[in-house]
């Protein structure tokens, strides 16, 4: 079966505006921030790959670890005819998910969302290809916007995998985890990966690698805004720097100015300017503990129904239902 054709919620002009507000609001805040969306262009994609494959990089191989042991009893507990995967990007550790769902004669649907429709395209065509007798359904969106729009009815399975949910701020993860519920049935299902709390000397290195791939990818957020805005962003002004904030109990990747710097971006009409030392935070990762995860469901509807780790604790996946 091929894939069908990609079901559009996010155009072109719709990102291109989102980047100018972002740039905007982040660069004349203080402190000044961009949010880590903008680092997937197709050069920011492929370095990601590259992170999670370094032996500092540690989140995606313990999450892959977990599906491998329980995605067969996943797709025994959900019995789901409809998978969908949020921030699909290339399906890879789904795949998982659709073997074993496949395997237990239950899945009928697949539907991956992703904010690019050029990923989007060669991954539901390659899932198509792999999985001939299911429905492939891509959907072009902001998961943060369009839960909305997730198709309706069957037992439903949604994967949000990777840690993602970890860049959100506590508020937009509530936010986040209420819209969900919102979208989905009494009886669906969320599998939720994320990122546990542990040692920083084995959470800096992941973000700090010593290859300096992290800090090539953190450095792409400038070159985007170049590209798109025009600005004039000399990505090597700015140090790479992975902090570990304890009470708060996460990462922020940020880039800091190694001397006063002053950015122009002609699209915005705007002048930046940059103190010696003074930092840009690019992303936060938040990690989680196990009650919290559970906490934080609750309040927006999900009944945790089961909870698993890699056998070296590292990473979580939680299994959900809506209540």
Partial sequence: ?????????????????????????????????????????????????????????????????????RADLIAELTGAKTLIELGSGSSEKTRLLLDALSRRGTLGTFVPLDVSVSALRQSTADIAAEYPQLRVRGIVGDFTRHLGRLPAGGRRLVAFLGGTIGNLLPDERAAFLAAMRAALEAGDWLLLGTDLVKDPAVVVPAYDDAAGVTAEFNRNVLRVVNRELGADFVPADFAHVAHWDAGREWIEMRLRARRPVRVRVPELDLTVDFAAGEDLRTEVSAKFRPAGIATELAAAGFATERFWTDPDGLFGVTLARAE
């Fill in 1 to 69: 079966m091929t894939a069908e054709p990609l079901e559009i919620h996010l155009e072109e002009r719709d990102l291109a505006r989102s980047l100018r507000d972002d740039v905007r609001t982040g660069l004349t805040a203080q402190p000044k921030w961009l949010p880590p969306k903008w680092f997937y262009d197709a050069r920011g994609s492929e370095l990601f790959e590259e992170i999670t494959r370094l032996p500092e990089y540690y989140p995606t191989r313990a999450e892959r670890a977990v599906l491998v042991e």
